[in-house]
């Protein structure tokens, strides 16, 4: 995937990822309403010992603070510096239960350590942090005494001497007024982002898993054969299915104008002009559009044939407006000429051949040696054939004359065929080996990150742009003034 996919999945996924980004900073919200709120308060000592006169001792004396205050902070934690702490202030607690709430640490490149105490109660927080501070002093002052007992006092035999580290408490822990957890702002944050990831992750997975075929793009990573026009999405192509008929100036006729020309150089080695058009699965466009680029034919000048060659679901007549009772079945039975079933349609030189009653063989029929003849002889009395088949994956019509006529051209859906449909399209007709001569792809969108990059196919200008292909109507000219007396 290049920059450009992301950037089209999360124009695509905006939606997704927008909503999940919103659940996750309501839920950073919502933990952070849930949790008790917790106060710090810190307290501070300050540990010095006796040097000598001279600046080698002082050196030693420092060198064995700093050495003693990481000893000191790890002693905070202890019960001997505990349990008088709980003791004095009457905890309803042991000693494992208070050491998860105190913390020792030594300040770096001093001699001070710093005693916090984290508690639901702000008040008791700094009462803690205080009698903490306080017990590790006297603690020290009684270990650190020469021959002194775990009073501190001495025994009969060697007299305690005095302690050669002091600590003093030189800040005492204030009651805080605001709760360091939780950190609401942050968890929201927090929340956010991991929103954010989640539904751009979802949204890159649902692009990867989406085998669908929305661009250009989808097609080339699926087939090389060039994609020769591209139709955009119209939500009343059932009311008006013969856009270039009924609305020649739209940006949706133009489009088969352009598909139009670029089929005059489709396949322009073989002499004749026959194409079956049809898709991978129904309901794709492939009628529609075999009789608008008829009409578009026609329109430029060609002498078209259209012949409904979908003999299931036959629909050109309908669309046309034309007696469908007796067409193509009829003549290959043997039971009509060609002559008496081919119909002109409008002021141009188009015709159409309908397809006539529904047989039960229509594969058979497709295949007869009596079709291949047929197609011989429209091919020498039109300049373009076209034919409307069956799609290639429920039945083999389209892949029988396929074969008789040269080539197809097949009709792929944006957001309804999936590259596992064009593939099999492919695959059947390799089968009998026919080809695809070119790709067009219909229903494309007007709006959104797929949109991008259709303009060349005729529909990109009217839409939003303030430019159309409708006549300009000329102004109305000016009233005649009569002329003034004595002028």
Excluded at 218 to 228: F, S
Excluded at 429 to 442: E, H, P, W
Excluded at 467 to 472: C, I
Excluded at 473 to 480: C, I, L, Q, R, W
């Amino acid at each position: 995937m290049e920059l450009r996919d992301y950037i089209r999945i999360l124009r695509q996924s905006w939606v997704l990822i927008a909503l999940l980004t919103l659940l996750g900073v309501a839920a950073g919200a919502v933990f952070s309403m849930v949790q008790t709120p917790l106060y710090s308060s810190s307290a501070k000592v300050f540990v010095s010992t006796s040097s000598g006169d001279s600046i080698g001792e002082r050196a030693q004396g420092n060198t064995f603070t700093q050495q003693r205050v990481k000893t000191y902070a790890d002693l905070v934690s202890t019960p001997i510096v505990l349990l008088p702490v709980i003791a004095d202030l009457q905890l309803d607690m042991t000693s494992d239960e208070l050491v998860r709430e105190v913390t020792a640490v030594s300040l770096p490149d001093t001699t001070l350590i710093e005693i916090t105490v984290t508690d639901s109660d702000p008040a008791l927080t700094a009462e803690v942090a205080t009698a903490v501070s306080q017990s590790l002093t006297n603690v020290v002052e009684a270990i650190e005494t020469t021959g002194a007992d775990a009073d501190g006092t001495g025994t009969d035999a060697e007299p305690a001497a005095a302690s050669p580290v002091r600590l003093t408490l030189v800040q005492h822990a204030s009651v805080p007024q605001k709760p360091v957890s939780p950190n609401v702002p942050l968890n929201i944050v927090l929340g956010g982002l991991i929103g954010l990831a989640l539904g751009v992750g979802a949204a890159v997975l649902r692009a990867t898993l989406d085998t669908r075929i929305r661009n250009e793009r989808d097609l080339e990573q699926v087939t090389d054969t060039p994609v020769i026009g591209g139709i955009v999405f119209d939500p009343k192509a059932k009311d008006r299915p013969l856009i270039v008929h009924a609305d020649p100036h739209s940006p949706r006729a133009e489009s088969f104008r352009a598909l139009r020309t670029n089929l005059q150089f489709l396949d322009a080695g073989r002499p004749e002009r026959s194409f079956v058009v049809t898709s991978s699965i129904e309901s794709e466009g492939k009628s529609t559009t075999a009789a608008n680029l008829a009409i578009a034919l026609a329109d430029a000048g060609a002498r078209v044939l259209l012949v409904d060659a979908d003999l299931r679901r036959p629909k050109v007549a309908s669309y046309l407006g034309i007696e469908g009772a007796v067409g193509l079945t009829d003549l290959l039975i043997g039971k009509a000429e060609l002559q008496d079933v081919i119909q002109p349609w409008g002021r141009t030189q188009m015709y159409v051949l309908p397809a006539g009653r529904v047989p039960p063989n229509p594969s058979e029929l497709l295949g007869s040696a009596v079709m291949a003849q047929t197609i011989t002889e429209l091919n020498r009395a039109f300049d373009v054939v076209l034919f409307d088949a069956p799609p290639l994956l429920p039945v083999t019509d389209a892949a029988v004359l396929t074969r008789a006529a040269g080539g197809a051209i097949l009709v792929v859906a944006a957001g309804r065929a999936h590259k596992g449909h064009v593939r099999g399209a492919f695959s059947v007709l390799d089968n009998v080996d026919a080809k695809v001569s070119g790709i067009v792809l219909t229903m494309l969108p007007t709006k959104g990150p797929d949109a991008y990059g259709y303009g060349r196919y005729g529909y990109g200008y009217g839409y939003g742009y303030g430019y159309g292909y409708a006549p300009r109507e000329e102004p109305a000219p000016a009233p005649k003034q009569e002329p003034v007396a004595g002028a």
